[in-house]
């Protein structure tokens, strides 16, 4: 990711939401349960991942898909489906998942982070106010670029937290209360 030093990068993502992707209907005992015919429904029953996929590729060939937004925050059962698999002749590989609405995500290299559940903060007023002024009065916890995308400074305090990723280096750093990381090259 390119982001300017000094900068705070923000990830939107908006989510258009009608009946035909959520709903529930009620049964002859007045129990309601998820429509099948609703778009959770239909991934409940055969993991449509696959069918999302391949309706892009087919709208933009070439566009590689690697996050799924489950239809109102609902994983399928067997989660390792949002992974990947094969749906009629459609293949697809993700590499991260969002949750509806939670808090600010995780450092990408921090040991916590799970991008099958990756943290968002949900765009509504509430929730933007509450994480902006946590952010705002704790900026240890924030995410700053230093503007080089192949490079990963941290506080050494933090060093047990980070995760190495393959092809990383440590660097010498100028300063010993910062680790500094080459990413990439």
Avoid at 9 to 16: A, E, M, R
Avoid at 43 to 53: P, R, T
Avoid at 119 to 141: F, V
Wanted: charged share 25%; net charge negative.
């Amino acid at each position: 990711m390119t982001t300017p030093a000094g900068k705070t990068p923000v990830v939107l993502t908006f989510d258009d939401s009608d009946r035909s992707q959520f709903q529930f209907i009620a049964g002859p005992d007045g129990k309601l349960t998820v429509d099948p015919t609703s778009g959770l429904g239909i991934l409940e029953a055969v993991q449509q991942i696959a069918l999302g996929q391949k309706w892009i590729d087919d709208l933009v060939p070439g566009y590689p898909v690697t996050i799924f937004d489950p239809p109102h925050g609902a994983y399928p059962r067997d989660e390792s489906l949002i992974v990947s698999g094969t749906y009629q002749g459609t293949t697809y590989h993700n590499l991260a998942a969002l949750e509806v609405g939670a808090e600010p995500m995780t450092a990408p290299d921090d040991r916590a982070t799970d991008f099958l559940h990756t943290a968002r903060i949900q765009a509504i007023p509430s929730q933007l106010d509450l994480w902006l002024s946590y952010l705002e009065r704790r900026p240890e916890e924030r995410y700053v670029s230093d503007g080089d995308p192949d490079r990963l400074v941290f506080p050494a305090s933090l060093a047990k937290e980070y995760r190495p990723r393959a092809g990383a280096s440590e660097l010498t750093s100028p300063d010993p209360a910062y680790e500094l990381v080459r990413l990439r090259g």
